[in-house]
């Protein structure tokens, strides 16, 4: 599969997956748009450019940029704060110049350092969250704004408390679109001969249906009519000079405002964790496995930051409900990106009237089972079955991305992942093993490569378990590193406890600038070698006695 020479050998499909993506995509620019209070046509403008600019830019397969749920409170104080909505593209426009010069500073390859069950935990958490928002659109209630990822809602509710609503609020004919819609996507997903269509994706057909079974609702006075409320809701432009109106510049005032400067830098931060993180996620997603280079990655974000503010859109990061919708639709290269940018300019400037009637049920349906496809039941059985080191940074990671938000979920996932890396690196400070002798215990301490203060504790348990009237070799020939912490507390041991307690102490292979003397000999002056010679002679020639006075 060639990437760099033939972007169009896998057209077809490509072209299905950009399709797909196209119509997840543009509810959810102007959702996110309305729910940071910036003007609608931001919103798709950023969905524009992530498409085309970062997505010919980028090295991902997988990935699909644009607005993002995580800045929209963000950008929602942001322009409060500042004033004016061309402040905050003065702050975009810093953020894109940051990631810049982070990509050609290599700070993407921390992404390399993100644990595979934290991102998997980030995954099915999305996936749970995506199904939980889009059902009360399902059933035709709207209240809050498409995207919108976190468990608090802009509308005072939190996701549980929306779900109950829809008892309250819920439309007859969006429940049936919706119904039929599902129908669709599950029998193109199933059926061998419609999985062959792949110019003619599952959704688009949904999509079609859907807004053929509303317009005939209105045509015959249906009760199960759906209203522009419950419908894509996209502004046309009714003269050139409200579309020329549209474009905005940033304030270049805002460069001497010190607090489009703390903005900028917050936005250039967050946008490029969840990039990393939503990079390392598309990657896992990958049925091929290839691997996105992250410097590239926040180089390409960068210009398409800067872009952005040129155009006046929102800040865009990779997004993971556009990419794994871009996956699960089959994409191949990254020309199902571009395509679906190419697609969102097209027909927004062309057909916008027929965009607004597409039911937002229709639209729920194709992100359900999107939501489902990452939230599997088979992921928690596969990291359950891996044991608790496994299974607890995922569930830890998935709960905190359902109850708080993504960037909280991930860092308390990785909090939890690093508690047992440095659990498992005291357990691995040393190995310690006891062979038991008539006339006394022999115990045998090997330090390993590097021994910090992390260490301290384990090693100090260790020695104080130690019994009397035994013998103690430390032995650290392997040893590159040995904390002063360590060194100390082994000194204390040698010239203090086991003089107390009757305890011969042997120091092997420890380094002149230890400042700690290698032993050659215990106290007795016999050599340990000897010194089990001598044992096993003794344990044998009392065998041979007792046998020679039982015969």
């Not at 009360?136 to 509710?157: K, S």
């Not at 609503?165 to 061998?192: C, E, H, R, T």
């Not at 109850?403 to 047992?420: E, H, P």
Request: hydrophobic share 50%; proline share 3%; net charge neutral.
């Amino acid at each position: 599969m060639s990437n760099k020479t033939n972007l169009f050998a896998h057209f077809k499909s490509d072209f299905a997956s950009g399709l797909v993506v196209f119509l997840v995509a543009l509810p959810l620019c102007l959702g996110i748009a309305m729910a940071s209070g910036a003007p609608l046509f931001s919103g798709i403008i950023t969905g524009i450019v992530g498409g085309i600019v970062v997505g010919f830019l980028s090295q991902s397969n997988i990935s699909v940029s644009g607005p993002a749920a995580g800045l929209t409170a963000i950008i929602l104080t942001a322009i409060t704060t500042l004033g004016s909505f061309d402040m905050l593209l003065t702050a975009i426009l810093i953020a894109g110049v940051i990631q810049l010069a982070l990509g050609l500073l290599r700070a993407g390859s921390i992404s390399n350092y993100f644990p595979t069950n934290v991102i998997e935990g980030m995954l099915a958490g999305i996936g749970v969250i995506i199904i939980m928002k889009q059902l009360p659109h399902a059933f035709g209630y709207d209240a809050n704004h498409e995207g919108e990822q976190t468990f608090v809602e802009t509308t005072g509710d939190n996701t549980f408390s929306a779900i109950l609503n829809i008892f309250n609020y819920f439309q007859l004919g969006a429940i049936l679109i919706a119904a039929v819609s599902i129908g669709i996507l599950i029998m193109w997903d199933k059926v061998p001969a419609l999985k062959k269509l792949k110019l003619v994706p599952g959704a688009l057909v949904a999509v079609t249906v859907g807004i053929l079974m509303n317009e005939f609702f209105i045509a015959s006075g249906s009760s199960l009519a759906i209203g522009k409320e419950h419908l894509v809701t996209l502004p046309i432009p009714s003269s050139f000079d409200e579309f020329k109106a549209i474009i905005v510049t940033p304030n270049l005032a805002g460069f001497l405002n010190p607090q489009v400067w703390v903005v900028g830098v917050t936005i250039a931060v967050v946008a490029s964790i969840e990039t990393l993180l939503c990079i390392e996620a598309a990657d896992r997603m990958d049925v091929h496995k290839r691997y996105t280079n992250p410097n590239v990655e926040l180089r390409a974000q960068g210009i398409g930051n800067i872009v952005c503010s040129l155009l006046g859109g929102l800040p865009l990061t990779s997004v993971v409900v556009r990419s794994s919708a871009n996956n699960a639709a089959g994409a191949k290269s990254k020309l199902s990106t571009i395509i679906h940018g190419v697609l969102l300019l097209v027909c927004v400037l062309t057909i916008p009237f027929i965009l607004n009637k597409i039911p937002l049920a229709t639209l729920a349906a194709v992100l359900i089972l999107v939501g489902y496809k990452l939230a599997k039941p088979a992921t928690f059985k596969h990291f359950w079955s891996y044991g608790k080191y496994q299974f607890l940074p995922f569930i830890a990671t998935f709960l905190g991305v359902v109850f708080t938000d993504l960037l909280k979920g991930v860092v308390l996932g990785i909090i939890i992942s690093v508690i047992f890396v440095l659990r498992g690196n005291l357990k691995r400070a040393y190995s310690f093993r006891k062979n038991e002798y008539v006339d006394g215990d022999i115990i045998h301490i090997d330090l390993a490569q590097e021994v910090s203060f992390l260490n301290k504790a384990a090693i100090k348990i260790t020695l104080a378990g130690i019994p009397k009237n035994s013998t103690v070799v430390i032995d650290a020939k392997d040893t590159v590193y040995i904390a002063h912490d360590i060194l100390d507390l082994i000194n204390e041991f040698k010239t203090t406890r086991a003089i107390d307690d009757n305890i011969k102490v042997k120091l092997i292979g420890f380094k002149k600038e230890y400042a700690l003397e290698n032993t050659n000999e215990i106290q007795n002056h016999v050599s340990i070698e000897h010194h089990y010679d001598f044992i096993k002679r003794e344990i044998v020639e009392k065998k041979v006695v007792d046998r020679t006075f039982s015969e």
